[in-house]
């Protein structure tokens, strides 16, 4: 039993975690991590060499400076460079069109960068202008919009009042209207009241002078 | 005893955040006292724009009072006010205005509480950062409990919030961290404070096969449950999985559920489930190997708490202390802070189903301890006990007013 739970506490050894699962620490293994993270071998990162125009590439190396390696493969290839030097001249003589026509170009391409160079330095320029400008819009739109905004807020709330102003209006109209008809209403019974007490006051009379 | 909830969003419908905290809470505290909820129409956290119509309302047999928002948020505006304010210098004045845009914008729930303070023994308000809290505390400091749900973001340190901390008669933490942080912005270390934090209840049933089975997850899987969104770290998730898979050649696949803000990468070992119901919530998180818990600002992570109780170990940011704080304390989850802690932590707990066992076991027992509902119940209930008790307070605080 007790070899099976050391079996437990150091089941991760091989793995460089050491847990002890019936008393478990998270900081410690937290802890261990990071170590095993730090322990790791830093990759090298490839040095970038910047690339010239002027390299090697565009001239044709001296072939007698590379003459001399040493065993089977460096001695032919001294014999063969030794066999084709009566030649050299015309090999150079054959090239010289195809070497004048690289330096052309690399001067052209030089050329070229140095525009594109002088175009970005002015579309930069012209791009950090533009965003001050914008920058300076944005902020003038903006305050604007905020004094819109208060604007339609405050006429928001004033509509709000008109429509309970006319909304009451309506209400003191109405009860107005009911008040008049109670009115009419009023003066007919009172008409016809009038109208009766007459027709009594005639009939009195007539018994009065009987 | 009479006891008023006061947040900013109120509803079955809202399911997470403080306002699903607070629901929980209040819920659970019904039974102890007479409560009610005072809270805003509105149910977009992003405009606060009026949703909900009726007034008064009942909702798990909680009355809730509900108030219009005068003025919706405008979000482009919020956000240049918000970014000035960070940018430099300001004044008092400039962050009482940006608590305005901020909103939800409801004048009538601090008129009623002003009219009716009378008629509660306390408000409890959640989320020290909106119009409500900071409005409501002002006007009845005496008789409010802050649940702050505060995470380390920059408008923590707005002047305004440190003298906020400083008013109400207790406040209830999330975390220690959360605890420390607001200690050591506003020095209110004389006011009462506990850390509570908020429990959950599991299903009576769940089958972590039964979800494997029926979205054909055959390797192991981590989850991720929540909102998906640039804010919670999962477009760092997303980086640091989809590298870890090509450099180990793991088959491990990461499962996520909730709403979506962000693209989530094309790629056989992502899977998308979205808006799922509890009850796949909780199968899915009883089949997975673990959760991943992402996010750079939590004041309490809900889920983390929930697979927890589930026994199941987390593999969280540490650039969020508080998820940091809570495995540690714990021992129930690993963490990491760059993608070789990433790629360490998770290759461990994938190969060892001890290693993911033994944090499962702590991980339960310490919501056992610490975050099952009695537990938490008795917690609130002896602050109120407490603020009860505080005699002295009570007759300064009269002779005050």
């Given at each position: 039993?007790?070899?099976?739970?050391?079996?437990?506490?150091?089941?991760?050894?091989?793995?460089?975690?050491?847990?002890?699962?019936?008393?478990?620490?998270?900081?410690?293994?937290?802890?261990?991590?990071?170590?095993?993270?730090?322990?790791?071998?830093?990759?090298?990162?490839?040095?970038?060499?910047?690339?010239?125009?002027?390299?090697?590439?565009?001239?044709?190396?001296?072939?007698?400076?590379?003459?001399?390696?040493?065993?089977?493969?460096?001695?032919?290839?001294?014999?063969?460079?030794?066999?084709?030097?009566?030649?050299?001249?015309?090999?150079?003589?054959?090239?010289?069109?195809?070497?004048?026509?690289?330096?052309?170009?690399?001067?052209?391409?030089?050329?070229?960068?140095?525009?594109?160079?002088?175009?970005?330095?002015?579309?930069?320029?012209?791009?950090?202008?533009?965003?001050?400008?914008?920058?300076?819009?944005?902020q003038?739109?903006n305050e604007?919009?905020d004094?819109?905004?208060d604007?339609?807020?405050?006429?928001?709330?004033?509509?709000?009042?008109?429509?309970?102003?006319?909304?009451?209006?309506?209400?003191?109209?109405?009860?107005?209207?009911?008040?008049?008809?109670?009115?009419?209403?009023?003066?007919?019974?009172?008409?016809?009241?009038?109208?009766?007490?007459?027709?009594?006051?005639?009939?009195?009379?007539?018994?009065?002078?009987? | 005893?009479?006891?008023?909830?006061v947040v900013q969003?109120?509803?079955?419908?809202?399911?997470?955040g403080a306002?699903?905290?607070?629901?929980?809470?209040?819920?659970?505290?019904?039974?102890?006292?007479?409560?009610?909820?005072?809270?805003t129409?509105?149910?977009?956290y992003?405009?606060w724009?009026?949703?909900?119509?009726?007034?008064?309302?009942?909702?798990?047999?909680?009355?809730?009072?509900?108030?219009?928002v005068t003025r919706?948020r405008n979000p482009v505006r919020f956000g240049r006010i918000q970014n000035a304010l960070l940018a430099g210098g300001h004044e008092e004045e400039d962050e009482l205005r940006w608590m305005n845009e901020e909103g939800p914008l409801v004048p009538?729930l601090i008129q009623?509480i002003k009219?009716?303070?009378?008629?509660?023994?306390?408000f409890i308000f959640f989320s020290y950062r909106y119009y409500h809290s900071f409005w409501g505390i002002n006007l009845v400091p005496q008789k409010s409990i802050l649940v702050p749900t505060a995470e380390r973001d920059a408008i923590i340190h707005f002047k305004i919030f440190e003298k906020l901390f400083r008013k109400p008669r207790a406040l209830i933490y999330n975390s220690v961290e959360e605890r420390k942080m607001i200690n050591a912005l506003s020095r209110n270390e004389h006011i009462t404070g506990?850390v509570?934090?908020?429990?959950?209840?599991?299903?009576?049933?769940?089958?972590?096969?039964?979800?494997?089975?029926?979205?054909?997850?055959?390797?192991?899987?981590?989850?991720?449950?929540?909102?998906?969104?640039?804010n919670?770290?999962?477009?760092?998730?997303?980086?640091?999985?989809?590298?870890?898979?090509?450099?180990?050649?793991?088959?491990?696949?990461?499962?996520?559920?909730?709403?979506?803000?962000?693209?989530?990468?094309?790629?056989?070992?992502?899977?998308?489930?979205?808006?799922?119901?509890?009850?796949?919530?909780?199968?899915?998180?009883?089949?997975?190997?673990?959760?991943?818990?992402?996010?750079y600002y939590e004041s309490l992570?809900?889920?983390?708490?929930?697979?927890?109780?589930?026994?199941?170990?987390?593999?969280?940011?540490?650039?969020c202390e508080v998820?940091?704080?809570?495995?540690?304390?714990?021992?129930?989850?690993?963490?990491?802070?760059?993608?070789?802690?990433?790629?360490?932590?998770?290759?461990?707990?994938?190969?060892?189903?001890?290693?993911?066992?033994?944090?499962?076991?702590?991980?339960?027992?310490?919501?056992?301890?610490?975050?099952?509902?009695?537990?938490?119940?008795?917690?609130?209930?002896?602050?109120?006990?407490?603020?009860?008790?505080?005699?002295?307070w009570?007759?300064?605080s009269?002779?005050r007013h």
């Amino acid at each position: 039993m007790a070899e099976e739970k050391k079996e437990r506490q150091t089941g991760q050894e091989n793995g460089e975690i050491r847990i002890d699962y019936d008393n478990i620490d998270v900081e410690d293994i937290m802890r261990q991590i990071r170590e095993r993270i730090a322990a790791r071998p830093v990759k090298p990162v490839p040095e970038k060499v910047p690339f010239d125009s002027r390299d090697a590439a565009f001239f044709p190396p001296d072939y007698e400076e590379e003459a001399g390696p040493a065993g089977i493969k460096g001695r032919l290839k001294n014999l063969i460079l030794r066999i084709m030097r009566p030649l050299s001249p015309l090999i150079k003589l054959l090239i010289l069109p195809v070497h004048e026509e690289v330096r052309r170009t690399v001067i052209n391409l030089d050329q070229t960068n140095r525009r594109l160079d002088y175009i970005n330095a002015r579309i930069e320029d012209d791009l950090n202008r533009l965003r001050a400008e914008l920058d300076h819009v944005n902020q003038v739109t903006n305050e604007r919009l905020d004094m819109a905004l208060d604007d339609i807020v405050r006429i928001k709330e004033y509509s709000k009042l008109l429509h309970n102003l006319s909304h009451n209006l309506v209400v003191e109209l109405t009860k107005l209207k009911i008040e008049e008809e109670h009115l009419r209403s009023a003066s007919r019974i009172l008409d016809k009241n009038f109208a009766m007490l007459g027709k009594r006051e005639r009939a009195l009379e007539k018994e009065v002078f009987k | 005893m009479k006891v008023a909830f006061v947040v900013q969003r109120y509803g079955l419908e809202i399911n997470g955040g403080a306002e699903l905290h607070c629901r929980w809470i209040a819920e659970h505290m019904k039974k102890h006292f007479e409560v009610e909820v005072l809270t805003t129409k509105a149910f977009d956290y992003i405009t606060w724009k009026d949703h909900f119509t009726r007034d008064e309302e009942m909702v798990n047999g909680i009355k809730i009072r509900r108030f219009p928002v005068t003025r919706p948020r405008n979000p482009v505006r919020f956000g240049r006010i918000q970014n000035a304010l960070l940018a430099g210098g300001h004044e008092e004045e400039d962050e009482l205005r940006w608590m305005n845009e901020e909103g939800p914008l409801v004048p009538s729930l601090i008129q009623y509480i002003k009219r009716h303070a009378d008629d509660y023994d306390y408000f409890i308000f959640f989320s020290y950062r909106y119009y409500h809290s900071f409005w409501g505390i002002n006007l009845v400091p005496q008789k409010s409990i802050l649940v702050p749900t505060a995470e380390r973001d920059a408008i923590i340190h707005f002047k305004i919030f440190e003298k906020l901390f400083r008013k109400p008669r207790a406040l209830i933490y999330n975390s220690v961290e959360e605890r420390k942080m607001i200690n050591a912005l506003s020095r209110n270390e004389h006011i009462t404070g506990e850390v509570v934090g908020v429990g959950t209840e599991l299903p009576e049933k769940y089958s972590g096969e039964n979800f494997q089975k029926k979205h054909s997850l055959e390797s192991g899987y981590l989850i991720y449950i929540g909102r998906i969104d640039e804010n919670k770290g999962c477009d760092e998730l997303f980086r640091y999985f989809l590298r870890f898979k090509k450099e180990t050649g793991s088959s491990l696949k990461l499962v996520l559920m909730g709403d979506t803000k962000i693209k989530i990468p094309s790629s056989p070992d992502i899977v998308y489930l979205g808006f799922v119901s509890e009850e796949d919530k909780f199968n899915g998180l009883h089949g997975s190997l673990m959760l991943a818990m992402p996010s750079y600002y939590e004041s309490l992570s809900m889920v983390t708490l929930e697979a927890w109780a589930m026994g199941k170990p987390v593999l969280a940011n540490a650039q969020c202390e508080v998820l940091k704080g809570q495995c540690q304390r714990s021992n129930a989850g690993l963490y990491y802070k760059d993608y070789e802690e990433f790629t360490e932590a998770l290759s461990l707990l994938e190969s060892s189903s001890d290693l993911r066992e033994a944090l499962g076991n702590n991980g339960k027992l310490y919501f056992q301890t610490n975050y099952t509902w009695d537990i938490i119940e008795k917690k609130y209930l002896s602050i109120i006990q407490k603020l009860e008790g505080d005699k002295d307070w009570k007759s300064t605080s009269s002779q005050r007013h």
